[in-house]
């Protein structure tokens, strides 16, 4: 798994360029390691991304119009609960 990082201890999962795979093979062992990376983590993470920028979608959301915060916390299950259905 990746490095942790921040205070909250999430870990980062990014995928190498092609062309820095490239380069690295290229160099040969000068080149180092190539990073760790889990691609079944990285597509739980971009499947929860996407749905996060499809909530953001929602105007009500974005601009959040309630003023509690009891109320935008249901607006957000509420848009969530359509999305899923």
């Known amino acids: 798994m990746g490095q942790r990082s921040g205070r909250r201890g999430v870990g980062h999962t990014i995928p190498e360029r092609s062309d820095q795979i490239r380069n690295r093979l290229r160099r040969g062992h000068r080149g180092g390691r190539p990073p760790a990376f889990d691609e079944h983590l990285y597509k739980r993470r971009n499947a929860v991304e996407r749905r996060f920028n499809r909530l953001k979608q929602r105007q009500g959301i974005v ?12 607006a957000i299950t509420v848009a969530s609960l359509l999305m899923w259905a």
């Open 63 to 74: 601009t959040r119009y309630d003023k509690t915060a009891e109320s935008y916390q249901a």
